[in-house]
């Protein structure tokens, strides 16, 4: 067993910085292989040579490997080598989440037969009843679903829909794909219910959205009424997020990244340090700003002032290139890289909108946001110390996040909660690769993960102002100058 100082609270609700022992399971050979593969070619080679070492013993476990392998290839738009990878980890497991990810891929790339071919791969699931689905099984049928439509049979792929129909379209990428089979179907009422709040979301910038609520309003004789509505739509949420900005004392503030992508940001400014220290929070993508009032607030009450900074396809930092969440699917190695940059930005505008440190800041990575965090500290100099909320990552990226924490040697603070337990084996990783005496891994028992755990435990602020204060210390004021003796004369 391993073990690794950790947190013990006492009744004050703070930490001791001795060293407390926590066991954790040994790693796996798998394990082994993606902490140690810091690039994405030897990382794919030694999947490879894994799986096929293992392919007699663990069938399954080498499958695994195939399958991270194609994840890997997915992630930067390399979409026929992750196809070949992911036939590669069904043929050595069928089950349904390999199959899964095989009519993924093949969805994706929709080259000639590719949307037969998912068809009969997903072809054994059993269609579910409307009574409360696992999740699971609604994203599975909605995906055969989606590729009975691809495969020109959209009354097959309504028929799938219907029983899982109130689970899909609260999630955006699904709104879009049914508002498709609807089209087919000249459905175009609920092609407008579908679209509008992903019109709304995007800022009217997606060009796919936008293309079918027009043609669709179109045919209802209400074309001239669609973009009045949707600006309403838009002002109508700018007004409640407003709401909320307001009463933690925040400002909303837009700026450029480095290639003049535009990026939105909420600054929060300390209420007595003319010259505060800087914190940039890097959200997760798809989070509104009304679940960081706890997390902002007491940043703040800490003497930062804050930045909460959207990522690229999320609230206000959107473009015609990166309207969406889902404008991420198949380059996410790109974009992940490129809001690591967008947080350099994101510090030089918060020291000129709240006169802060230009020299240094705190950085706080939640979520799956954390991978471009830790690249933007090993990016910008000025990141002196990081916080990251609930971590996760592909495990594709584990071993390149692993590197980068080693080589950037400075502290980071990992706050966990309870529903964060299978995330545990990254942040371990991540953990182990900074200077252990001196990070620290915070565990709430209280509900939630993430940004809710602020909400609901009181006592992590108090803990992390403590480990601040001693991983991060503002410098000793300078000591009066003694006055010079009287002269004897």
């Given at each position: 067993?391993?073990?690794?100082?950790?947190?013990?609270?006492?009744?004050a609700?703070l930490?001791?910085?001795?060293?407390?022992s926590?066991?954790?399971?040994q790693?796996?050979?798998?394990?082994?292989?993606?902490?140690?593969?810091?690039?994405?070619?030897?990382?794919?080679?030694?999947?490879?040579?894994?799986?096929d070492?293992v392919?007699?013993?663990?069938p399954?476990?080498a499958?695994?490997?195939?399958?991270i392998?194609?994840?890997?290839?997915?992630?930067?738009?390399?979409v026929?080598s992750?196809?070949?990878?992911?036939?590669r980890?069904?043929g050595?497991d069928?089950?349904?989440?390999r199959?899964?990810?095989?009519?993924?891929?093949?969805?994706?790339?929709?080259?000639?037969?590719?949307?037969?071919?998912a068809?009969?791969?997903?072809?054994p699931?059993?269609?579910?009843t409307?009574?409360?689905?696992?999740?699971?099984?609604?994203a599975?049928?909605?995906l055969?679903?989606?590729?009975?439509?691809l495969?020109?049979?959209?009354?097959?792929?309504?028929?799938?829909?219907?029983p899982?129909?109130?689970?899909?379209?609260?999630?955006?990428?699904?709104?879009?794909?049914?508002?498709?089979?609807?089209?087919?179907?000249?459905?175009?009422?609920?092609?407008?219910?579908?679209?509008?709040?992903?019109?709304v979301?995007?800022?009217?910038y997606?060009?796919?959205?936008?293309?079918?609520?027009l043609?669709?309003?179109?045919?209802l004789?209400?074309?001239?009424?669609?973009?009045?509505?949707?600006?309403?739509e838009?002002q109508?949420?700018?007004?409640?997020?407003?709401?909320?900005?307001?009463?933690i004392?925040?400002?909303?503030?837009?700026?450029?990244?480095?290639?003049g992508?535009?990026?939105?940001?909420?600054?929060?400014?300390?209420?007595?340090?003319?010259?505060?220290?800087?914190a940039?929070?890097?959200?997760?993508?798809?989070?509104?700003?009304?679940?960081?009032?706890?997390l902002?607030?007491?940043?703040?009450?800490?003497?930062?002032?804050?930045?909460l900074?959207?990522?690229?396809?999320?609230?206000?930092?959107?473009?015609?290139?990166?309207?969406?969440?889902?404008?991420w699917?198949?380059?996410?190695?790109?974009l992940?890289d490129?809001?690591?940059?967008d947080?350099?930005?994101?510090?030089?505008?918060?020291?000129?909108?709240?006169?802060?440190d230009?020299?240094q800041?705190?950085l706080?990575?939640?979520?799956?946001?954390?991978?471009?965090?830790?690249?933007?500290?090993?990016?910008?100099?000025?990141?002196?110390?990081m916080?990251?909320?609930?971590p996760?990552?592909?495990?594709?990226?584990?071993?390149?996040?692993r590197?980068?924490v080693?080589?950037?040697?400075r502290?980071?603070?990992?706050?966990?909660?309870?529903?964060?337990?299978?995330?545990?084996?990254?942040?371990?990783t991540?953990?182990?690769?900074?200077?252990?005496?001196?990070?620290?891994?915070?565990?709430?028992?209280?509900?939630?993960?993430?940004?809710?755990?602020?909400?609901?435990?009181?006592?992590?602020?108090?803990?992390?102002?403590?480990w601040?204060?001693?991983?991060w210390?503002?410098?000793?004021?300078?000591?009066?100058?003694?006055?010079?003796p009287?002269h004897?004369?």
């Open positions: 067993m391993r073990h690794r100082p950790t947190l013990t609270l006492i009744a609700g930490f001791l910085l001795a060293p407390a926590r066991s954790f399971a790693p796996s050979p798998l394990d082994a292989v993606l902490d140690g593969s810091a690039g994405d070619a030897v990382l794919r080679s030694r999947l490879h040579a894994f799986a070492s392919a007699a013993s663990d399954a476990l499958s695994e490997a195939q399958s392998a194609g994840q890997s290839l997915a992630r930067r738009g390399e026929d992750a196809v070949a990878c992911y036939e980890a069904m050595l069928p089950r349904e989440p199959r899964v990810e095989l009519a993924t891929a093949l969805l994706a790339r929709l080259g000639p037969g590719d949307a037969e071919r068809r009969d791969v997903l072809r699931v059993q269609p579910i409307p009574q409360l689905p696992d999740p699971s099984q609604a599975t049928q909605g055969f679903a989606w590729a009975q439509f495969s020109g049979q959209p009354d097959s792929a309504m028929r799938l829909i219907a899982v129909d109130s689970w899909l379209t609260a999630h955006q990428e699904w709104r879009y794909r049914l508002a498709c089979v609807s089209f087919e179907r000249k459905e175009w009422i609920r092609v407008q219910l579908l679209l509008t709040p992903l019109g979301a995007s800022r009217t997606d060009g796919d959205v936008m293309d079918m609520l043609r669709s309003a179109d045919e004789n209400s074309k001239r009424r669609l973009e009045p509505m949707l600006i309403t838009i109508k949420r700018d007004r409640i997020e407003q709401e909320w900005i307001d009463g004392g925040g400002r909303r503030v837009g700026f450029r990244a480095a290639d992508f535009p990026l939105g940001g909420t600054v929060l400014k300390p209420r007595r340090p003319a010259h505060p220290r800087g940039v929070v890097l959200m997760a993508a798809g989070d509104t700003i009304a679940v960081y009032d706890s902002a607030a007491g940043l703040r009450d800490l003497g930062l002032a804050v930045m900074l959207e990522p690229r396809g999320s609230g206000h930092s959107v473009a015609p290139s990166c309207p969406l969440p889902s404008a699917r198949g380059r996410e190695a790109a992940q490129a809001v690591a940059g947080v350099a930005a994101a510090a030089s505008a918060l020291a000129r909108e709240t006169g802060s230009s020299t800041y705190l706080v990575g939640i979520g799956d946001a954390s991978p471009s965090a830790v690249l933007a500290a090993r990016k910008d100099r000025r990141v002196r110390v916080m990251l909320v609930s996760t990552a592909s495990p594709s990226d584990r071993g390149m996040l590197a980068a080693a080589s950037w040697k502290p980071i603070y990992f706050q966990t909660g309870p529903e964060d337990i299978p995330s545990q084996p990254f942040i371990e991540l953990y182990e690769a900074t200077d252990m005496r001196a990070s620290r891994v915070a565990d709430s028992d209280r509900p939630g993960t993430r940004t809710k755990i602020f909400r609901r435990d009181p006592r992590i602020m108090a803990r992390f102002k403590q601040l204060s001693e991983s210390p503002r410098p000793a004021a300078p000591r009066p100058t003694p006055p010079k009287p004897k004369g």
